[in-house]
């Protein structure tokens, strides 16, 4: 099947930046839309920032102007620059991506385990 291994969470003063990173490797046949998600304690999973094969994006209005997503397809990962972070963009992020697996060429949303942001002084 296909594996998500995200990196680049952690703790960031308000104002601040981070990028994420989220790999995709396994028995890829192929991959479509990439993006991220996010669920703040107590919270639902909402949509951050997506961005398809050909690079058209789409973001949550929250963080319009402040996250970009983009994807580097030679490497199958996409990323998530995050900048001038608030209190609120605090959660755990996940990475998702459709994908066809070349086990059984059905095309699924793949997960990743998550990665815990902080924005706090």
């Known amino acids: 099947q296909v594996q998500l291994v995200e990196s680049g969470g952690g703790l960031v003063q308000p104002g601040g930046s981070l990028r994420l990173s989220c790999a995709a490797s396994g028995r890829i046949f192929s991959i479509y839309d990439m993006g991220w998600y996010r669920q703040a304690p107590g919270k639902g999973r909402e949509l951050v920032g997506s961005i398809t094969r050909d690079g058209k994006t789409k973001y949550a209005d929250s963080v319009k102007g402040r996250f970009i997503t983009s994807r580097d397809n030679a490497k199958r990962t996409v990323y998530l620059q995050m900048n001038s972070l608030k209190p609120e963009d605090t959660a755990v992020y996940y990475c998702?991506?459709?994908?066809?697996?070349?086990?059984?060429?059905?095309?699924?949303?793949?997960w990743g385990q998550g990665t815990q942001v902080i924005v706090s002084s």
């Open positions: 998702n991506v459709a994908g066809i697996s070349n086990s059984d060429f059905v095309l699924r949303t793949y």
